[in-house]
């Protein structure tokens, strides 16, 4: 079984798991403070880049 770096949030700090079946792209949410994240790999390993959440347009 692989063992997959537990990246951090860059919001909270928090640790956000990381499936060990993830994709380049798949979005993952910090259960903390909800931010979402796009992954990526670099050299073998998980990076999270802040996604751009599509923002549902409320009218506020
Ligand atoms: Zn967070």
């Known amino acids: 079984m692989q063992t997959i770096p537990m990246p951090k949030c860059e919001e909270c700090d928090a640790g956000i798991s990381v499936p060990g079946d993830a994709v380049e792209g798949e979005i993952v949410t910090c259960p903390d403070c909800g931010a979402g994240f ?17 923002g549902e347009d409320w009218g506020q």
């Open 38 to 54: 796009e992954i990526s790999k670099k050299d073998g390993k998980f990076e999270l880049k802040p996604a751009q959440t599509v």
